[in-house]
């Protein structure tokens, strides 16, 4: 696909988006402070979504129907791959965004692979044809890789709108949906983010091809989860650093957010822990769970259903 294709989506935000949401009356969940602040804490950029619509980063999206920030997706892979040529780095931002499947969870398989394992692009250097890889992430380097919370983040898709709390985007691309519950009834809330959730990737499924963890939480407590764990399968997060432990009492909020989003700690997450398993005609996705940091290995742990 040739590059000027692709540069044809990466317009400016016009007062469409503005205009949607008025018409649509979306009224987003407020994302509880805590929570933004623990990203800003461990050097995420926070973006709050009327910043992406009025400020200097409008360009972001040219409408709510996009859940790649193409700009930033761009720029990321210019970054870790210096030496592709733009046409290259064009042609894997296509194959990414051009994953076709009817199932859902078969597209964010094979997102997940190029994710992993690279895009295979070819281009001309010396009349000659390389056969070369675009890396989509860069797990040596972090700061070649760009960090990103926006909260809410309008999603439109057929006649269904929603504003998922936070999404977190790694080099422009959604990797985690966070739903956040007003904590009137902890339990309650937390079924009820689980539910949400469900809703969104039945109604918005678009956001979800490129997911690599869900997580859902209430007031200070917080549990993660995939696209096919059921309630039962969204467990707390116990440490941050694998080693130390909380205290009784402590923040299972704060404990999730620096032991799973540390920037190191998820690219390594992403990398060696998610696989996919095939059982007869259907397929889950897994997120192996180290015993330190989602299980309780020691007595007195505080979490219960």
């Given amino acids: 696909m040739k590059s000027t294709h692709i540069r044809r989506t990466m317009v400016k935000a016009s007062s469409l988006t503005i205009k949607l949401r008025h018409r649509l009356a979306l009224t987003p969940s407020v994302a509880t402070p805590d929570l933004l602040t623990w990203f ?9 979504e009327p910043e992406m619509i009025s400020g200097r980063h409008r360009t972001e999206r040219s409408n709510y129907t996009e859940v790649v920030l193409l700009d930033r997706l761009r720029s990321a892979l210019q970054q870790i791959n210096p030496t592709i040529p733009s046409e290259a780095i064009y042609s894997a931002i296509y194959q990414i965004t051009s994953i076709e499947s009817p199932n859902l969870l078969e597209k964010n398989r094979r997102f997940h692979q190029l994710l992993i394992e690279g895009v295979d692009v070819e ?10 890889k675009v890396w989509l992430i860069d797990p040596s380097h972090c700061l070649n890789n760009d960090w990103l919370a926006i909260h809410p983040f309008t999603v439109v898709e057929g006649s269904h709108a929603h504003c998922p709390d936070v999404v977190v985007f790694i080099n422009g691309l959604p990797l985690t949906v966070i739903v956040s519950i007003h904590p009137s009834n902890e339990k309650t809330a937390l079924k009820a983010a689980k539910e949400r959730l469900e809703i969104y990737v039945q109604q918005i499924p678009r956001l979800f091809d490129y997911n690599a963890f869900l997580v859902i939480c209430c007031g200070n407590r917080a549990r993660v989860g995939t696209l096919t764990s059921d309630w039962r399968e969204f467990f707390p997060w116990h440490t941050i650093d694998g080693e130390d432990f909380p205290q009784s009492g402590s923040a299972e909020l704060e404990v999730l957010v620096q032991g799973i989003f540390d920037k190191r700690r998820f690219l390594d997450l992403v990398k060696h822990c998610i696989v996919f398993e095939e059982t007869g005609v259907s397929m889950n996705k897994k ?6 940091c989602t299980i309780q290995t020691r007595p007195k742990m505080p979490f219960s259903d």
């Fill in 40 to 48: 800003e804490v461990i050097g995420y950029t926070v973006l709050s």
């Fill in 123 to 132: 281009y001309l250097f010396n009349d000659k044809t390389v056969r070369d």
């Fill in 287 to 292: 997120f192996l769970r180290r015993p330190f």
